[in-house]
């Protein structure tokens, strides 16, 4: 040819896209700084728009600078490649929002929509950049061709937990905990102040799940099923999620019946009904990273291992452990390298994708916790074994060296899911796995353990130890490991699951010699765990309003309940005493909608209400309400019954 540069530039559109990045980079931070800032009377020219008349212009070049040899060699390197282009972007963007969500709080007029799409965003880079070219809409339709059979499956179950755990969701149980009530008002809280921000913490919850729940509230009210939808949206992922886990480390067999298990787990149904215990979002959000990360190292396939890190990165967002997970992964990576390394070697690359998206993705998490150590540490304080000082105490009450005791409460701690009743935030009898499911997650564990030279394996019993021996080292009471282990319950079920099959095997009823008897055998079992489940649940547990921990913490929600219905704005009294008062429980709030109550300790005879006016009697002062009622005639009397107790009495003055 005559040797001329070809005119559309692109044999430098390595370069191009770059440069347009940089206008756009400059025209984000301008924004930034815009929204950041007062606008202050008299300036004509805030100095920052300079920023984005920058970035404007050099978009514009961009577009019109003419290819030249130099540009064609330079877009030819490796800098300027695809994929490292967009994991800087994804970089730059975390930076970015970052940097917003430090600079936002110093002006109130901003909401932080802006800063969690950027964030979005740059994670969204970074997986971009590892997995372009490896999908397509006809590799899609392929795949779900190819699995269609195991997708409807997995649905059907999916849709059967979903069943379980909204059927009455704001009804069952009847009352809200006090914690329940103080997480709707603080969710509440989080339009402006310090939880706008989604990387904030409050409790170790992050203010980002705050912020989900206060959605909930916008579209369904301030309800109990709005602040409870989120527990069961999450209790209902976790199916698919402990599938996807189950299935890479166990197989399909495996993984349906634990996703079957799961399904019908009464502990894991009760908490996905509540919102006092965030620890049922770990039961999706764990697996789900664990199962990116795993089958990114087997499959050797840089975007699942990069999502694994970006799924435990924002999970920092959701609830305190994630920092459990962190350490299983630095220690898994550690015994890789040092007992698995033939395996572990071809894997690096992958390892190290892993990481690179924990670190894009925790980088706003990460500067909030640096500028906050406090709500970082919040729990820990806490309810700490060492920080609360409860370990120096119990050494001195009991005589007992620290060895004893920490081994005493690692062995309360597993025993928790199979032998300790389920007390704290439930109130059911029996302990989370029942007896025949904790005879197949023991069986289970034991072959778990002897298959560990696996590194699936090894990563299952990593999983289930690093939940159980942080639980029992780290925190204390010992009656909350009840609900706590549910950071252990994925792995238990994926146990017990295995344990099921491999009994079978055993007995001479296997998958591969005996498919008809395996089938009948596992499907009995597995029917009768969920009649035992059930049953625990809404028949033993939901109509015996067990729920709240005593009746102090049940007539708060029947309290508040009752306040919200009261039609007028009069002033609404308490025959309160040293026990029963409002105030006591944020549940009240929440439920009346933030209605002011007075609190009237003195005899009933000294008070002087006027007509429309409430009162309502705490259990210990019914009598003397009802006998006040009886010499003041013609008001409106109601009495509320939790079961068979009668919880409360309101009488409105005629």
């Not at 620290?402 to 701690?413: N, Y």
């Not at 025993?415 to 796995?433: H, T, W």
């Not at 034991?446 to 990593?462: H, K, T």
């Amino acid at each position: 040819m005559n040797g001329q540069q070809p005119e559309t530039g692109e044999d430098v559109g390595n370069v191009r896209r770059l440069i347009a990045f940089i206008g756009i980079f400059l025209l984000l931070a301008s924004q930034i700084l815009v929204f950041s800032n007062p606008v202050v009377d008299g300036v004509v020219f805030p100095w920052y728009i300079w920023l984005s008349i920058f970035g404007v212009v050099i978009l514009i070049l961009s577009k019109v600078f003419r290819p030249t040899p130099f540009w064609q060699k330079l877009s030819a390197r490796f800098a300027f490649r695809e994929r490292v282009f967009w994991i800087l972007v994804a970089a730059l963007l975390s930076v970015l929002a970052t940097w917003a969500s430090a600079v936002f709080p110093t002006f109130t007029r901003i909401t932080y929509i802006p800063v969690t799409t950027l964030w979005f965003l740059s994670a969204v880079s970074y997986i971009y950049a590892l997995s372009k070219g490896i999908f397509s809409p006809q590799s899609l339709m392929d795949w779900i061709r190819n699995h269609r059979d195991e997708i409807f499956i997995v649905a059907v179950v999916t849709l059967l937990a979903a069943v379980l755990r909204f059927y009455k969701l704001g009804a069952i149980p009847r009352i809200l905990d006090g914690d329940e009530g103080l997480i709707g008002l603080t969710a509440q809280n989080t339009v402006s102040g310090a939880f706008a921000n989604p990387f904030a913490l409050w409790e170790n919850f992050g203010a980002l799940y705050l912020q989900a729940i206060n959605l909930s509230f916008r579209f369904f009210g301030t309800t109990p099923f709005a602040l409870r939808l989120l527990p069961a949206i999450g209790g209902t992922l976790a199916v698919p999620a402990i599938y996807l886990l189950a299935r890479q480390i166990s197989g399909r067999r495996i993984a349906l019946i634990a996703a079957f298990l799961v399904a019908i787990s009464q502990t894991h149904i009760h908490f996905s009904r509540i919102v006092s215990v965030a620890y049922i979002q770990e039961t999706w959000l764990i697996p789900l990273a664990l199962y990116f990360f795993i089958s990114g190292l087997e499959k050797r396939q840089s975007w699942r291992a990069a999502l694994g890190g970006v799924l435990l990165a924002a999970d920092f967002s959701v609830y305190l452990t994630a920092q459990v997970v962190f350490a299983l992964a630095l220690a898994y990576m550690l015994v890789a390298f040092l007992f698995y390394r033939t395996w572990f070697a071809p894997r690096f690359r992958q390892m190290m994708f892993f990481w690179g998206g924990f670190l894009i993705t925790i980088l706003p998490e990460a500067f909030y916790i640096l500028k906050n150590p406090s709500n970082f540490l919040n729990r820990i304080s806490q309810d700490g074994v060492f920080q609360s000082g409860w370990l120096a105490d119990t050494m001195k009450i009991t005589g007992q060296n620290a060895v004893q005791i920490l081994f005493e409460r690692v062995v309360h701690a597993f025993l928790s899911l199979i032998y300790y009743p389920a007390f704290d935030f439930y109130g059911s009898p029996v302990p989370p796995l029942g007896m025949i499911s904790g005879v197949l997650f023991l069986a289970g564990l034991g072959l778990a353990l002897w298959r560990v030279r696996d590194p699936g394996y090894l990563l299952l019993n990593g999983y289930f130890w690093a939940a159980t021996l942080s639980i029992g080292i780290f925190a204390i009471p010992p009656s909350a490991d009840s609900y706590r282990m549910l950071m252990a319950l994925p792995a238990a079920l994926i146990m017990s699951s295995l344990g099921l099959d491999q009994i079978l095997e055993l007995l001479g009823l296997g998958w591969k010699n005996a498919r008809n008897a395996y089938m009948f055998s596992a499907t009995a079992i597995l029917v009768s765990l969920m009649i035992f489940n059930l049953w625990t649940y809404y028949g033993d547990f939901a109509g015996r309003c067990r729920f709240g921990g005593n009746l102090v913490g049940r007539f708060a929600s029947y309290l508040g309940s009752y306040a919200n219905t009261i039609d007028n704005e009069l002033p609404v009294y308490l025959l309160s005493n040293d026990q029963y008062f409002y105030g006591s429980h944020a549940s009240t709030d929440f439920l009346s909608q933030g209605r002011p109550i007075i609190n009237f300790p003195g005899s009933i005879d000294e008070l002087n209400p006027v007509s429309g006016e409430t009162i309502i009697a705490s259990p210990d002062r019914i009598p003397e309400l009802a006998a006040w009622a009886r010499t003041h005639p013609g008001g409106l009397l109601r009495y509320q019954y939790d079961c068979q107790t009668t919880i409360l009495l309101a009488y409105q003055v005629p």
